[in-house]
């Protein structure tokens, strides 16, 4: 209750307990079958950012865990030599806890990797990928001297929430 509750307790789990959940919380797959507007995928993610926040405030072990991931992906696709593609990689999810909020690193992995939606209507699937996509935005920091002013590309959600009937 401590930790799934909202509230300034703090959590009783150990350290091997709190690695376990992030773990499980990373694989965690949530589908909405009638998305509508996406109100119940985002409140998943916002459940799931709290969750993150109060077992790994520092972001630690969450960024570890997408380096990691990062590490095995690409070296499945590609040959040890690419080591180049490898770097870039650790680079870009650097960049994303460094220079934002702690709950974008949080948020830009959870919704790339966690979260879907499905509606029949193909307006209601657009406004859900409005919401996540402002959902972002307003924990990026804007960085006046940087390329793009620091902001990151958006994910791409075209195959996350999709127009479909799902009966």
């Not at 997408?66 to 070296?75: D, I, M, P």
Request: charge should be negative; charged fraction near 30%; aromatic fraction near 8%.
């Amino acid at each position: 209750r401590d930790l799934i509750g909202f509230n300034a307790n703090h959590h009783r789990f150990s350290e091997a307990d709190v690695q376990i959940l992030i773990y499980a919380i990373d694989s965690i797959k949530v589908l909405d079958p009638a998305c509508g507007s996406g109100a119940f995928p985002m409140g998943v993610l916002h459940k799931l950012v709290y969750l993150l926040g109060k077992l790994d405030p520092d972001n630690r072990r969450w960024r570890e865990l997408q380096k990691l991931k990062a590490l095995n992906e690409t070296s499945k696709v590609y040959d040890i030599s690419e080591q180049e593609v490898r770097d870039q990689r650790l680079k870009e999810i650097s960049e994303a806890f460094e220079n934002n909020s702690s709950d974008y690193g949080r948020k830009l992995y959870l919704i790339e990797n966690c979260i879907y939606g499905v509606d029949i209507q193909p307006i209601a699937v657009q406004i859900s990928k409005l919401r996540f996509f402002i959902s972002l935005l307003v924990d990026q920091k804007e960085q006046p001297d940087a390329e793009n002013k620091g902001l990151r590309a958006l994910p791409n959600l075209e195959t996350k929430f999709v127009a479909a009937n799902t009966l």
